[in-house]
């Protein structure tokens, strides 16, 4: 297991938030992650056998606000 803090450029609502959360909570090898927006962080923690931190940062670049647009 593997835990990564990842930086949320740009996400600062609670729409934001749960765009994160559902792309975060699709991807297979994800174990656990909590979302920050007052320090707009994702910690992840992921099985690295399954998914490598690089795919997980894609996922949460393809995830958008309806506001912001991409929330990395």
Excluded: P, W, Y
């Excluded at 994702?42 to 647009?69: E, L």
């Amino acid at each position: 297991m593997t835990l990564s803090t990842l930086t949320l450029r740009d996400a600062t609502c609670s729409l934001c938030a749960n765009k994160v959360s559902v792309a975060l909570h699709a991807v297979e090898g994800v174990r656990n992650f909590d979302v920050d927006l007052a320090d707009q962080i994702a910690v992840v923690t992921f099985d690295d056998d399954v998914v490598d931190r690089d795919h997980i940062c894609q996922i949460i670049g393809r995830a958008h606000c309806d506001d912001h647009g991409s929330v990395m």
